[in-house]
């Protein structure tokens, strides 16, 4: 009796590992040196000088077309930043910071009387966000989350990010 109980707590173990998943990747391949994001077509691209490692579909903020100017327009920003910051906690599965604004963004939203906005994130699209259509975010990039997990493990704080029309 003692050994069937034991056998049975050994494959509970064995069954347990084998479903648990880590939203944490190793990558070990070449360098993503920059990252961009083309709107129109709504496809990121991670690469390593000129040749793409990897390509995703994206979901972009819930105005899709223009530049991001103010806090609250629903616009996804373009122009050329800097990936700043990670959330490993993110609501939204994983998330990668991009440094909006920077200092034009700051000047066009002061002479409009208003903030920038900010928190502009690469991050994934959990299940509680997944009936917002393709454009739901307030500004941000968003993938499914299994992509996000290789954008995370890929890309690096300091990685230049290109958003483009």
Same mark, same amino acid.
């Given at each position: ?20 998943? @880590?939203? !944490? &990747?190793?990558?070990? *391949?070449?360098?993503?040196?920059? =990252?961009?994001?083309?709107?129109? /077509? #709504?496809? $990121? ?44 906690? @993110?609501? !939204? &599965?994983?998330?990668? *910071?991009?440094?909006?604004?920077? =200092?034009?963004?700051?000047?066009? /939203? #002061?002479? $409009? ?53």
């Amino acid at each position: 009796m003692r050994a069937i109980t034991l056998l049975g707590a050994l494959l509970s173990l064995m069954l347990f590992a084998g479903c648990s998943s @880590s939203k !944490f &990747h190793n990558y070990n *391949g070449p360098e993503v040196t920059h =990252v961009v994001v083309q709107k129109e /077509a #709504r496809r $990121l691209y991670l690469l390593n000088g000129s040749q793409v490692l990897k390509s995703y579909k994206v979901g972009l903020g819930f105005s899709p077309e223009g530049h991001k100017e103010v806090e609250g327009d629903g616009r996804t920003p373009e122009g050329n930043y800097i990936i700043d910051r990670r959330n490993p906690n @993110s609501e !939204f &599965h994983l998330s990668i *910071g991009i440094s909006y604004p920077n =200092v034009e963004d700051i000047e066009r /939203a #002061r002479a $409009l009387g208003k903030s920038p906005g900010g928190d502009i994130f690469i991050h994934g699209r959990p299940r509680k966000y997944r009936d917002g259509g393709r454009d739901w975010t307030a500004g941000c990039i968003a993938v499914k989350d299994r992509h996000m997990e290789e954008i995370y493990a890929m890309v690096r704080d300091g990685t230049p990010i290109s958003i483009r029309k």
